[in-house]
């Protein structure tokens, strides 16, 4: 199951032959996921113009993993838990974070913005494939509780060249811990491409080695995502352990805006993914099946406006919290010496003020 | 001393045993897991008879790989249990390292203080046992040096139960160093004293004329040092920091005032480590009471010795003793 390329609709937004539409998720739901993919595109968009305008410190953008991101959040139910990385921004928001909340640590503060427990989304994490083993412990504490509560933790084809990569897959095989690992396969690791990541014939192969059924779809394909996914997910939830889940796709920008890709690929080869955009076939189908006209893109895109003024208006402030937060955190109760340090603090910022006045 | 509620004489190994076996009891989102602390219960038996006692799904053994065990105990934290974990040996907590330190240390701050990691990460200790290499180190700095992290040693088996029990019970991320040179060696334990705060350390003898300021497994040896010191006309105090962060420079500045003269013993190699820092906040802090510089015996800086000539490596009662003889008495 794992070397064939699981796929519903083709670019063009055609079922593919040997595909029976009935499997296809319903008309409905893939609108819903459409609309989805619009406000995540224009999140995407407006965040990397923050950047541009210095209102952000940096934003890795999934521009083109847009599929990924909305199948991942919206497969889960209330009580489930995603675990994302710096590049699933997108997902958050999807699964309904505020965006301003999701961008405060891109922005340059230094927490991750929302309450995690709250939302049931853990911090977005930036050293590679770590929280991968956080999202085994999640599912198995939710397991020896009696919840039924699904893990959906997520990583890119870089991440599965590190250790907690694979301990974290061998862990939840040996636990049946409900976790479905989705691994996008976005083809780079900054400037490193897949071949120089893995010789496996696909990173789905590597569930074999963990006794964990592994799947590989189409990564710009919403309605073969979802459904791969969900199933993944129901499977997670009554028991039948975790699943890995290698979505093809294509990080169409560079890694993030400090990043120059011409360094290390072709336009021809960034060209070629284009067409395979996830929006354009979602649309595409949509279209056909008669449930989508201009009048209701209309009104996506301006849901998508909706929000993308709303990042604005929040990234517009200053933002920054008080100093002394700096260390209210760090111990449930601060030690004698983070009081002392908190304090020489508070006194050099007063100093400050008097010198100014 | 009371001796009405003293338990018979129990190993520490025993004293760790016995606070495991009472938080798994008191609190049932305490779960206890690593490399062979199931049914074997641990290669120094710390952990014997829990999984008979509370199932398999409260004591269990991992897949080896120290990462993915420090990983998933974070997860089952932030998923509303109390894991207590066991790197199997100092040395072997190294995979472990970067979950330490970039995630058990950071969760609380990272979140605004929403997710708090109450979990204790144990870790055998320091020398002493003649392990083969790779089985002892001196690790704490590493752990003391990362912020975020609670670090604990202690040094009686009093001191082992009840630190641990204190440890299980923080909100807050304890890596708790345990002495295993000590984990047979057996003394009297009253499980029905109150448990002592973390963050508080305690002066096992009292000194006019100098001061050893020491933990886990130095302990000892300077209580050694000190009655040897007594025999030869020097009235020597032991302090015992037990809790390295945070550290009570309340308690350590208190005696070094009292004696004047202060001597840090521990087992780590000393550039840049734990005794530096003692010796760098009581420099600071006591300078005016000082009749002579803060003395370190520690560890030399080679990687360790084991074990053949371990014993060269380790502070001992002579040298502790060289350098209390120093201190500048001359002078005074």
Request: charged share 20%.
């Amino acid at each position: 199951m794992s070397d064939s390329l699981s796929r519903m609709l083709d670019e063009h937004g055609n079922v593919v032959e040997g595909v029976d539409p009935a499997t296809l998720p319903p008309l409905a739901d893939l609108l819903d996921g459409y609309r989805a993919l619009v406000v995540a595109r224009r999140f995407n968009d407006q965040a990397s113009a923050l950047v541009r305008q210095g209102r952000l410190a940096v934003y890795p953008s999934s521009h083109g993993q847009e599929a990924c991101q909305v199948a991942a959040a919206t497969v889960l139910g209330e009580h489930d838990w995603l675990f994302p990385t710096y590049r699933d921004c997108a997902a958050v928001v999807t699964r309904g974070v505020d965006p301003v909340e999701v961008l405060t640590l891109l922005a340059g503060e230094w927490h991750c913005g929302y309450d995690p427990v709250a939302t049931r989304v853990a911090p977005q994490c930036t050293p590679l494939a770590t929280q991968l083993p956080h999202a085994v412990g999640v599912a198995h504490a939710a397991r020896l509780k009696g919840e039924d509560t699904v893990v959906m933790a997520l990583c890119g084809d870089g991440a599965t060249s590190e250790g907690d990569f694979h301990e974290a897959l061998n862990f939840a095989a040996v636990f049946r811990a409900p976790v479905v690992f989705l691994v996008q396969n976005n083809k780079y690791a900054i400037s490193v491409p897949l071949a120089r990541q893995s010789a496996a014939p696909s990173l789905a192969a590597k569930g074999v080695g963990y006794g964990v059924p592994a799947e590989l779809v189409d990564g710009n394909d919403l309605a073969a995502l979802t459904s791969v996914l969900a199933a993944a997910v129901e499977r997670a939830r009554s028991g039948g352990g975790p699943t890995l889940v290698e979505a093809d796709t294509y990080r169409i920008q560079a890694h993030t805006n400090a990043d120059d890709a011409s360094r290390y690929r072709n336009d021809d080869e960034v060209a070629k993914w284009l067409p395979r955009d996830p929006l354009l076939r979602l649309k595409a189908y949509l279209t056909a099946q008669g449930v989508l006209d201009a009048e209701r893109e209309a009104a996506f895109a301006q849901v998508a406006e909706e929000m993308a003024a709303h990042v604005r208006a929040g990234s517009a402030g200053e933002g920054t919290a008080d100093p002394s937060e700096l260390f209210r955190h760090v111990f449930a109760e601060p030690t004698p010496q983070l009081r002392e340090q908190s304090e020489l603090l508070a006194a050099e910022l007063t100093a400050d003020l008097e010198a100014a006045r | 001393m009371s001796t009405t509620t003293l338990t018979p004489k129990i190993t520490m190994a025993q004293a760790i045993n016995t606070a495991l076996r009472d938080a798994m009891t008191a609190d049932d989102r305490v779960v206890v897991f690593g490399e062979d602390v199931g049914p074997l219960g641990g290669v120094f038996r710390v952990t014997d008879g829990l999984t008979a006692s509370f199932g398999e799904d409260r004591c269990f053994d991992t897949p080896l790989a120290e990462s993915g065990i420090v990983g998933m105990a974070i997860g089952m934290a932030m998923n509303g249990m109390r894991p207590v974990i066991e790197m199997q040996f100092d040395a072997f907590a190294f995979p472990a390292f970067e979950q330490i330190v970039s995630h058990v240390a950071k969760m609380a701050n990272r979140t605004r203080g929403k997710v708090r990691l109450p979990m204790v990460i144990r870790v055998p200790y320091a020398g002493g046992v003649g392990g083969v290499e790779h089985h002892c180190d001196s690790s704490e700095a590493y752990y003391a040096h990362t912020p975020g992290l609670l670090v604990v040693t202690p040094a009686t088996n009093a001191d082992a139960y009840g630190l641990l029990r204190a440890a299980i019970d923080s909100p807050d991320p304890v890596i708790f160093l345990e002495p295993k040179k000590q984990y047979f060696s057996k003394e009297e334990v009253d499980v029905t004293a109150p448990v002592p705060p973390i963050g508080r350390a305690v002066v096992r003898r009292e000194g006019r004329d100098a001061t050893l300021i020491t933990y886990g497994p130095s302990v000892p040896v300077a209580l050694a040092a000190a009655e040897q010191a007594a025999a030869e006309g020097r009235d020597v105090g032991v302090v015992d920091v037990r809790s390295i962060v945070p550290f009570d420079d309340e308690t350590v500045c208190a005696a070094v005032r009292a004696t004047g003269r202060a001597v840090v013993v521990a087992e780590a190699p000393g550039f840049a480590s734990v005794a530096s820092e003692i010796a760098a906040r009581v420099t600071e802090r006591c300078f005016h009471h000082l009749e002579a510089p803060v003395r370190r015996v520690t560890g030399f800086d080679i990687p360790f010795p084991a074990p053949k000539l371990e014993r060269h490596q380790l502070p001992g009662v002579d040298r502790i003793l060289d350098a209390v003889d120093d201190l500048q008495w001359e002078e005074s």
